[in-house]
Structures are given as structure tokens and as C-alpha cells.
T-cell receptor, first 113, second 111 residues
Framework: NAGVTQTPKFRILKIGQSMTLQCAQD?????MYWYRQDPGMGLKLIYY???????DKGEVPNGYNVSRSTTEDFPLRLELAAPSQTSVYFC????????????FGQGTRLTVV | QKEVEQNSGPLSVPEGAIASLNCTYS??????FFWYRQYSGKSPELIMS????GDKEDGRFTAQLNKASQYVSLLIRDSQPSDSATYLC???????????FGKGTKLSVKP
């Protein structure tokens, strides 16, 4: 049971480039989330999904986009990368939203230069 | 009041001692609570969940929930250097069906 799988683990982007962070879960969870974590700032919700075909903005969505075509996959797209997007990104999933525990992927450390 | 608050630490305890980590929450946070451990450079890992008032024990870990006082705590008995990490408190009730996380308390266990 792989849980939540994120790729890549590390990436360096130049300003203005785009990329997609991949996330897949094999636990048949309805809810999936993307967070970013900056030093001393805690986890901030970027986007979330309550099921296939349904996505919505979180606390800090600007500069990002997501899709959820299947229950398993929830990719995060960065368009026109900016230095402010330098962060560690975590994908997470949960069975039943905030009533149940969330499980995290390994994280992606992104640097925009 | 922030929704989930934790002392950022660092909290330093000697090996073998009890480490006590505390978290307070606002009215907006629901009654499901979770403790995550995050090692430096790694992702958060669930270590305890607690849903009702009182204590819940799992090995060296005990979670305590006091709804009347709106706090939740994590006790680590016989602390080991391998327990050195940041501990995140999280509560349910996020408007997007998400957990609301505190900023974490950094624990350092000295040999």
C-alpha cells in the first residue's frame, strides 16, 4: 500500500517557467489537498478537492491550478513560476474531510530562481 | 485567537524525561484532533488522533483532550533523541473540509 505518492521530490525552476507536481493516492480517499509549507509559517492550503471532478480554492491559490479527473490523481500546476513560490509542497488525502486524519505525501522541495 | 495555537518552542528535554506539548483551539475548530510528527526535511506523519474528552494512550504517547478548556496535549514518556522533531497539532472544522494546523512545536531531546 503506497499511500500518497508525490513526484518529483526536488525541482529548480527559472522565473516564468511552468511545471506540474504530481500526486496520487491508492486509499480510495475522497478528499485531496495541496499545501505549501514555508519556514515558521505552518501549512497553508492551496487547493482542495472533495471528489473527482470537484476542486476549489484554499487559502493561497494565486499562481496555481489543479484538476481532479480521477479519484486517485490530483496534480498541481504552477504557471509562470515566481520566487514567492519557492517552498515545500505537500499533497495529502483523507477519507472524510476534517473528521478523519489526513495522510501526506513525501513532499516536493521547489526552488524558483 | 488563531484557530489552532501552539508554542513554537524549541522545547528541550533530557533523554528519558516526559515531554509535554500543548495546543489550544478556537470555537471554529471541531472536536476531532490529531498530532503529527515532522522530522526535518520530511512530511508530517500521523502519530495520534483523539475525538473525545480524556486521555488516549498509545505506547509512549498519550493524547489528552479537554473540550471545556479547549486544549489538547501530547505527552511523550521516556523521551528519546529520535523523538526530536516538530510536532503539529491539527483540528477538524476547516471550511474546505480540511484540518486546521498549528505552526508546530519543535522538540529537542538531549542525550
Amino acid at each position: 500500500n503506497a499511500g500518497v505518492t508525490q513526484t518529483p521530490k526536488f525541482r529548480i525552476l527559472k522565473i516564468g517557467q511552468s511545471m506540474t507536481l504530481q500526486c496520487a493516492q491508492d486509499m480510495n480517499h475522497n478528499y485531496m489537498y495541496w499545501y505549501r509549507q514555508d519556514p515558521g509559517m505552518g501549512l497553508k492550503l492551496i487547493y482542495y478537492s472533495v471528489g473527482a471532478g470537484i476542486t476549489d480554492k484554499g487559502e493561497v491559490p494565486n499562481g496555481y491550478n489543479v484538476s481532479r479527473s480521477t479519484t486517485e490523481d490530483f496534480p498541481l500546476r504552477l504557471e509562470l513560476a515566481a520566487p514567492s513560490q519557492t517552498s515545500v509542497y505537500f499533497c495529502a488525502s483523507s477519507l472524510d474531510g476534517s473528521n478523519t486524519e489526513a495522510f501526506f505525501g513525501q513532499g516536493t522541495r521547489l526552488t524558483v530562481v | 485567537q488563531k484557530e489552532v495555537e501552539q508554542n513554537s518552542g524549541p522545547l528541550s528535554v533530557p533523554e528519558g524525561a516526559i515531554a509535554s506539548l500543548n495546543c489550544t483551539y478556537s470555537d471554529r475548530v471541531s472536536q476531532s484532533f490529531f498530532w503529527y510528527r515532522q522530522y526535518s526535511g520530511k512530511s508530517p506523519e500521523l502519530i495520534m488522533s483523539i475525538y473525545s474528552n480524556g486521555d488516549k494512550e498509545d505506547g509512549r504517547f498519550t493524547a489528552q483532550l479537554n473540550k471545556a478548556s479547549q486544549y489538547v496535549s501530547l505527552l511523550i514518556r521516556d523521551s528519546q533523541p529520535s523523538d526530536s522533531a516538530t510536532y503539529l497539532c491539527a483540528g477538524g472544522g476547516g471550511s474546505q473540509g480540511n484540518l486546521i494546523f498549528g505552526k508546530g512545536t519543535k522538540l529537542s531531546v538531549k542525550p
